[in-house]
Structures are given as C-alpha cells and as structure tokens.
C-alpha cells in the first residue's frame, strides 16, 4: 500500500497554515493625485508589500499544500482529470501566440490559421459540419448551444411557442440552470430502471413546445443510449433538436460521433477530451458545433480560408457574441497542439485505454458497480458506507476521490473515471486504496482524512458565518 | 510494476501493442494483455456497447507527431503572425507581466489541479484564491468578491441578470453608455435575452456620461445602470458619485467597469455608490492573449444569496486551525440546478492565480505608480503627436488613462495601414480619428512611433 502525508506548513503563530500575504504584510501607501481632481481619486491603498523572495516561498509553500494529477491519480468522474501534456505550455507561452485582440486578420494570419485548424479538426471528430471556438468554458458552450436553438425556432416562426427544454434526470447541473439562464421551462426526464433514457416517457414529454432535449452519451452512468437513433427521430418528428453535452466525449473518440448519432448541436470540453490543464477551476473552453442547418446561427466571428488566407465572417443570422473576444485563446491553442500530437490514431487509441481503464478498475474494487456495461467511467455504491466519507478517508492513502452523492440513481455514489493517463500499477493503488477503504472502520471514516494539509473543515459554518476576505477575518 | 522500468523509450513504442497510440497512456502491450484478462475480454473493442449503425468506422484525417514536429510546425504557423508593436487597447490591456507569475502559477500542482471540491487536499489554490478576492475587495471597497467569471463581457451579463433577481420590484431596460464595446454588449444582449431585459444606451457628451443625460435615461422600469472607468476610449468618468445617487433614487442597480490598475488609482468605487464592479483583472497576470481574460466581479453583501459563481471562504478544520473551503455552493449550478444563480462552473481560476500574484509582485506602490504611469503616458504621447503637421491629439480634454484618441488630416484607415507596415498597430475609430494606448509594455517605442506617424503623415 503507497504511503503519503501531504506537506503541512504552518508557522505556529497565525492560527491557520501558510500565514496569509496579508499576515506577512500589510501596507498602507498614499496615493498621488495623478493630476486628477481630489474627488477621482483614492486617498491610499492598503495591500501587502512583500520581495520576490517571500512571494516566491509563499506560493511555493501554497503549492505544496495542493493536489493535482501530477501529484496522483484524479479519478473525478464526468471531469476527465487526463495528464497535460507539458510541451502545449511552452507553445502557449510563445510571443507569437500572444496578440491583441483588435489586430487585423491580415497581420495575424498565423494565429488565425490554427483557429481555423480547430473548427475543422473537431467538426471531424465530433461529425458535425462547423464549429464555433468562442464559448469559455463547457457551461458557456451549453448556452451558445440554447441560444442557436432558440434563434433556429425563432426563424421558423415557432420562438413563441417552444418553451420547454428536456434534460435527464441524472445530467450535469450545469444543463438545467443553461435552460433556465435562456428563459426555458425545464422539464425533467426520469431515467429507466437500466440507468438510460426512457423513450415511452420521453414520446410522452415531447411536442410542439419542446425546444430541445440536452443529452450526454455515454450518460453520467458510463452507459451508451443504444436507444440513440430512436430518441433522434422522436425529438426531431416533435420539431425539436437534439444537444450533446461533451462532457463524456473522451468514451467515444474514433468509435462514434455526436453528428452520426443525431445530435444537432454539441459542446466539447477541451479540458476533458483533449488533455488542456484544468488550473483549478478553468480557464476551459466548450467549442460548440452544429449541423450545416444552423450553421448559419453560429456566433460571429467565424474564421474561413480562401485560397490559403483566414478571414474573419459574421454567420448570416448569427446569434452574435457568448464571449467578449475570440474565447479563451491560449487554451484553444493548447488543445490543438494535443490533437496534433497524438492525431486520430492516438485520439482513438486515448479512449480506447480510458474505457479499458475504467473497467479494470472496476473489476478490482470491492464495491458494487449497479449499472454496466459502461465505458469511460462507472459509478460504484459505497453501500451502507456515507460517501463523502469514503472520499475523505480515500484521500489518506495518497489518491484524490472519484465525484460523490451524484448520479442519484446509485446510492451513496462514487462517479469513477480514471482515464487513460494511469498505468496499470497506478490504477492497482487506486484500487487497494478503494478497498482499504472499504475495509476500514467507519470510525476511520468518520475522522478522515488525516494526511491531507488541512483535516475535516467545517463546511456548515462557512456557509452559516461566511467570511470571504482578508477583512472579513479581521472583522469577526 | 508497470512494464520494465529499465526499456528505453524506443524499447517500451515497439513493446506497445499499437506504437501510434496516444503517448500520454502508459501502458506496455503486455499489461494490457493482462488486463483485458482480469476482466475477461479478447479485445478492446468489446467494451464498447455501441451500435453498429451508428459507429465510425473512418478516420479524422489527422496527422499525429512528435513533440517536437509539432511544437516546430506551430511555431512556424504562428511565425505568420506580423511582428508588430500593439498601441491597442480598447477594453483589451497588458501589462508587463513578471516572471515569478509564469514560474509559480505553472507549478503543477496548481494548474493541472481541479476545482477544489476535496478542500482538504487542496488548500493551497484556496488560499490563493482568497487572497485575490481579498485584494478586489480592497481595490472596489466592496464587501463581496467572487474568484472569477470567463472575462469583462461575460461578468457584465451576469451583474445584469443579478440585477433582475435582487431588484424589490419588476423592471426591463438595462442603460448602458454609448461607449461600450460592441462586442460586449452583444454579450450583454444575449445574457439578459432569457431575463426579458432589454438594452438601452444612454449617449455620452464629449466622451463621458453626464448625469443629465442618466438622468433623462432612468426611470423605475430601469434595474441596472452601467458605466465604464477607464471607457473604452480611455477616459475617465468625472460624475459617479452624483450619477450613483440618480441610480439609486430608482432603486436600480449601479454597475461600474474598471481594472485592478486603474481602481489602484481611482477613490473606490463602494465609495460613490457603486453596487458592483465588473471588468476585465487579467489587466495584471495575462500578456495579450488575443483577448482571453478574467472576469472580475465584485459587489455589495447584501447580494451575498444571490452572487454568481463560486466563493472561497475560511472555516475551521477539526484540528481548530483556520482552513479554506468552496462556500455557500447552494447558489450554484451542481446543487440548485435550474433556481441557480448562473450556470457557471468551470471558470478562469488559474487566471485569477496569476493576476494575485502579479498584484502581489507589485505590492501597493508598485500598483499606484503604475496606475501613475498610465495617467501619464496617454497624455505625453498625445502631446509628441500633437507637434506632428496634420494631426491633432487628444481629441479630448479631459482625464486620460492609458489611451487617447488623435485627429488626422487624412484617412485614418490609410494612416493605419500604413503604420502597420512600419510594424505598429493602433486603432482606427472613424474616419479621421485613431486611439492609442501606451503603457509600461510599449512606452520604449513611443519615439519610434511617433517617427512612423511623422513619416506616414507627410
């Protein structure tokens, strides 16, 4: 069994561990009055004021007391924790990559060509016939996704009467509150006993109010909808279309395609499928690509070549801008460096390991998996055990926890996706650390974790007495 | 143990069942062998429960290579790019970005981290991000800081959409200036679509907002106002506090557009009224990145239920020491679903980690003679300009930061264009007008500069 205690710093004075920059230093610096008048500006501003020096351990220190894939095995289902290649850093860092975005099309070519280059890889990868780069992240592709739908229905006359927008019972949160931040009734789809979409409930949902249906296959269950084709058709019949969230696009690379399915409109989450860092909670970015039909709706601008020149074109009816620029650049810059790289063999061969992954990994744990066959992930029960528990506790023995408590159709759940990152030995450590766990004493549980930097934190009373700066700390 | 750990990297691709798979799975053939065998499988392909009509069975037509070919193919691709010195701005800035910020912000166990759901195992990006809102709460004076939107636009359709929620009573318009970037009011425009707000522009006179002009523009149908400092021409507004109160008198959110630098600068904004503060903070922490940024949002606590985006708050462990955790998560998307306050999830943390470190590296006076730097420059260099025959500059007088427009005896688009030969960018704005932003990242080139408009010009 691998053993592991995170770094702990801690100075013995402030009650906490690294001492905040504000507890190092805290200066007050009067502000000049810039040859403004007295009522623009400040009197003075009051931050820390520390040398390179100290900056430098502190975040070293900082970075010590985190984890992240390099530091283990990350197996967050439905997040594609995958390794980041280190090289697609050194070409995001390069000056070249770096423009304005005011700059003319004429003089950054170059920066346009790989723009150009992505649209086109991932419509081939996710079948579909033109691809935006715009949306932010994953939740901004699902938006940019309902608005198409929403100006598609608006130019056929039907914006009025198709209010509604199905989801799964057990899709991505984000899905329910993108329907809602359009304006969109959500109406819910519970799942079948088999863990997929119900397609007599769903015939029964449909009709000429239904907007779209926001779908991911494989589900958050890991499972293909072998149902796909007939869920296509009922959508369609019913005047509404078919969205594929990308979330899980890394099961199906080189073996099927959103555009074959059915699907009309899809995001993909670059952070996921194609290895771009996740930093701690983005930047990401959610291409979105649709059908030639709404191609026409795409935002503006989009990037075509004519005779080897990229230009920049507003789509006819596009539904404008989901991002104040071009999207998150260098990130988009990132995943087209790694498509490159590996190229549609090693795009295959990726998730041909992550499935092959995640159900070796499956057959080695002691726990319960309800639901097969799946794919890049499964969803195993921590039974009688809480699973936020087991989590804490899987994090003592030097590997971060799978995704808890969700889907709901699995009790105490533990949404496991490994990716084809770990090697067998590190996926055989993972495993003796689901069944340590397993084993413990629920008391173990309970205590968990203990060698992690910080133990159990009260979530309850963050939320109840919410202090949210360095001030507020002062204040209470 | 995976494989042999002696076998070259050449002995461990021709030991791989297929030497064009991915480099980044580590597997031997032979440990894929055993594998499959532990879960009872021939191959690979039998775990994929897909029907046949639907599988693909083509190829993406993509070329992989190695690391180094296609760091050198992109290299070249990018080398297309002109090598130009940028005089732009416009609501997009840089500035010398240090470089402990690229050093520590790329130390893996940072960025190849996740939201930080386990807490425990992931205090360091916490505190970090506490520190940043920390820093914001200083630079806005208000109460309330979230660790990020995607970018300035993006964090503007938000405060629009809040404003519906928080807002005692119905409303549809939301005012904008007349200055405002199109592209973010697009964004805007489609943000508040779902809301059924609508958008109206209350004009600007002599590039700023007066308060007659808010004043003929507000009324109680109003539920936000927004305004930018510095605008997107590069003044500064001279009425916000008079403008604040208007505002209020309706009972309408005030929403201001500013940056980390100039709030370094500019009395606080909480101070005149300003119920949240939006913006782009990638101002510090990012070079130009073709307009990729950080979404600044901060606002007052009252909004504190109904804020979007995540929060990072302190708590106690139970050990009693003070630790760092993800906090009042009801508001988002993974638990309240569609009553969430915004479907945002992943968002621009690793962002937001450079921009406190870069403020960090500036410290107070690094930031107020910065700010300092950026009141001064616009209108030094308008001045050079001014002496050159057929260009006249500022366009305006009033209070500049960053940038500036000039007037030009000729065809400004012309004159950029010919500008870019000489390998400068600058914006044209109309007919015969440019605008110029110069900081720290391009004042060594002013001289040059203004010689290529000398030139150009005559």
Not at chain 2, 257 to 272: C, H, K
Not at chain 2, 359 to 366: F, H, N, T, V, Y
Request: proline share 5%.
């Amino acid at each position: 069994m691998q053993r592991y205690t995170q770094t702990v710093w801690n100075d013995g004075e402030s009650d906490g561990y690294e001492p905040l920059l504000s507890e190092r230093s805290l200066e007050t610096v009067e502000v000049p009055d810039a040859g403004l008048p007295d009522d623009l500006t400040r009197d003075e501003l009051e931050l820390p004021e520390l040398s390179e020096p100290e900056l430098a351990r502190h975040y070293t220190r900082l970075s010590q007391m985190n984890y992240g894939i390099d530091s283990g095995p990350y197996p967050l289902g439905s997040c594609t924790m995958k390794y980041n290649p280190k090289f697609t850093e050194d070409v995001a860092a390069l000056p070249s990559a770096s423009v304005h975005p005011d700059r003319d099309a004429e003089s950054v070519q170059g920066t346009l060509e790989i723009y150009h280059g992505l649209q086109d890889y991932l419509g081939r990868i996710g079948g579909m016939d033109a691809v935006t780069l715009q949306p932010p992240a994953g939740a901004a592709g699902e938006f940019t996704g309902i608005l198409i739908a929403k100006a598609y229905h608006e130019a056929n006359g039907e914006g009025d009467q198709r209010t509604e927008v199905i989801v799964p019972t057990s899709a991505h949160g984000t899905n329910f509150a993108t329907a809602a931040l359009g304006g969109y009734d959500v109406v819910e789809l519970p799942e079948t006993d088999d863990g997929r979409v119900d397609v007599e409930g769903l015939e029964a949902a449909v009709g000429d109010t239904t907007a779209a249906l926001m779908l991911t296959n494989p589900n958050t269950l890991g499972l293909f909808e072998r149902n796909i084709e007939e869920i296509a058709t009922i959508i369609h019949d019913a005047g509404g279309l078919l969205y594929y969230d990308g979330a899980n696009l890394n099961a199906l690379l080189g073996r099927a395609r959103p555009g074959d399915m059915g699907f009309d409109i899809m995001h993909y989450n670059v952070h996921k499928t194609f290895a771009t860092p996740h930093g701690g909670g983005g930047p990401g970015a959610g291409p979105v690509g649709v059908t030639e039909e709404l191609a026409e709706f795409l935002p503006s601008p989009q990037v075509r070549e004519t005779n080897g020149e990229f230009e920049l074109f507003e789509p006819e009816r596009s539904i404008g801008k989901v991002h104040g620029a071009m999207g998150n650049w260098l990130v988009l810059l990132k995943a087209y460096a790694y498509i490159e790289r590996l190229g549609g063999d090693g795009l295959r061969d990726a998730s041909a390991k992550a499935v092959l992954n995640a159900n070796y990994l499956a057959s080695q744990i002691d726990l319960e998996v309800p639901f097969e066959p799946f794919h890049h992930e499964f969803v195993a029960s921590a039974g009688e055990r809480d699973a936020a528990d087991f989590a804490k506790r899987m994090l003592d023995y030097g590997v971060h926890p799978p995704t808890t408590k969700w889907p709901e159709n699995v009790s105490e759940a533990l949404m496991t996706e490994p990716t084809e990152a770990e090697s067998k030995s590190s996926l055989d450590q993972l495993a003796a650390a689901f069944n340590a766990v397993t084993a413990d004493a629920a008391s173990d549980l309970e205590a968990a974790p203990s060698e992690t930097s910080a133990s159990r934190i009260d979530q309850t009373s963050a939320a109840r007495n919410p202090r949210l700066s360095w001030q507020q700390l002062d204040e209470s | 143990m995976s494989g042999n750990p002696e076998l070259s990297i050449t002995d461990r691709d021709e030991q791989n069942a297929d030497p064009r798979g991915t480099p980044y799975a580590p597997h031997t053939a032979d440990e894929v062998e055993t594998m499959l065998e532990a879960i009872d499988a021939d191959d690979v392909d039998e775990l994929f429960d897909i029907g046949e009509s639907i599988r693909f069975d083509g190829s993406f037509d993509i070329d992989g290579g190695s690391e180094q070919v296609v760091e050198r193919r992109l290299r070249e691709t990018l080398a297309r790019n002109d090598d130009a010195t940028e005089f732009l701005g416009r609501g997009h800035y840089s500035h010398h970005v240090p470089s402990i910020v690229d050093h520590i912000s790329l130390r893996s166990e940072f960025i190849t981290s996740y939201t930080q759901y386990q807490p425990e195992v992931t205090q360091g990006f916490l505190q970090a991000l506490f520190e940043y809102q920390s820093m914001l709460v200083e630079l806005t004076g208000l109460e309330i800081a979230n660790c990020s939107m995607y970018d300035a636009a993006t964090a503007l359709g938000e405060a629009a959409t809040l404003a519906a929620r928080v807002r005692g009573t119905s409303g549809s318009r939301v005012l904008v200036p007349e200055y405002l970037r199109p592209e973010r009011r697009d964004v805007l425009e489609n943000y508040v679509d779902g809301a059924d707000l609508s958008v109206e522009t209350v004009p600007a006179d002599d590039g700023v907002t007066t308060p007659d002009a808010v004043e003929r523009a507000i009324d109680d149908d109003v539920v936000m106002a927004y305004l930018e400092s510095p605008t997107t021409e590069g003044l500064l507004e001279e009425h916000l506090e008079e403008i604040g109160a208007l505002v209020d008198d309706h009972d309408a959110m005030f929403c201001l557009g500013s940056d980390p630098v100039a709030l370094s600068l500019l009395r606080s904004p909480a101070s005149v009224g300003v119920d949240v503060v939006i913006g782009d903070a990638s101002v510090l922490g990012l070079p130009a990145s073709y307009g990729m940024g950080l979404g600044l949002f901060a606002c007052r606590e009252e909004y504190l239920r109904q804020v979007p985006g995540r929060l990072v708050g302190a708590s106690e462990d139970a050990d009693g020491n003070r630790a760092f955790t993800l906090t009042l998560q009801t508001r988002e998307q993974h638990i309240r679903r569609e009553r969430a306050t915004s479907n945002i999830c992943t968002n621009q943390a690793w962002v937001a980690l450079r921009t406190a470190i870069h403020a960090a590296s500036l410290g107070p006076s690094g930031l107020v003679s910065l700010a300092t730097t950026c009141r001064e420059l616009p209108e030094r260099t308008a001045a050079r300009l001014d002496e050159i025959d057929g260009v006249s500059a500022p366009v305006r007088n009033r209070y500049h930061f960053r940038e500036f427009r000039a007037r030009v005896d000729a065809d400004a688009e012309a004159v950029v264009a010919a500008l870019n030969d000489d390998g400068f960018a600058i914006h044209a704005v109309d007919e015969e007008t440019v605008q110029l932003c110069v900081t720290d990242v391009n004042e060594h080139r002013i001289d040059d500069l203004v010689d290529a408009v000398e030139g150009v010009m005559n």
